[in-house]
């Protein structure tokens, strides 16, 4: 999952153009580090990163909102049944 949080830490700065310092409890959305277009382009990149899609009933602040919790969604999930 380290793979996985340093990815997401890399997209957030070159493909999302977030210039504050990340740490993996920062919140992304809430802050307005992001907005809702780029939770959509992250959503996609999380599932490439992962290999498989993520089902819109889990696209929440719960499971999106930081980076921590990507990693712990991305390690709980097993995508659609």
Same mark, same amino acid.
Not at 22 to 27: A, N, P
Not at 47 to 55: K, Q
């Given at each position: 999952?380290?793979? +996985?949080?340093? !990815?997401?830490?890399?997209? +957030? !700065?070159?493909?999302?153009?977030?210039?504050?310092? *990340?740490?993996?409890?920062?919140? *992304?959305?809430?802050?307005? *580090?992001?907005?809702? +277009? /780029?939770?959509?382009?992250?959503?996609?990149?999380?599932?490439?990163? *992962?290999?498989?899609?993520?089902?819109? !009933?889990?696209?929440?602040?719960? /499971?999106?909102?930081?980076?921590? #919790?990507?990693? #712990?969604? !991305?390690?709980?999930?097993?995508?659609?049944?």
């Amino acid at each position: 999952m380290d793979d +996985l949080k340093s !990815a997401i830490k890399r997209a +957030l !700065a070159t493909r999302f153009g977030v210039r504050v310092p *990340l740490h993996d409890d920062t919140e *992304l959305f809430s802050r307005g *580090l992001i907005d809702s +277009l /780029n939770v959509v382009e992250l959503v996609t990149f999380v599932e490439g990163e *992962l290999g498989r899609p993520i089902p819109p !009933a889990d696209i929440t602040l719960e /499971n999106f909102d930081s980076i921590a #919790r990507i990693v #712990r969604y !991305a390690g709980t999930s097993r995508g659609p049944s």
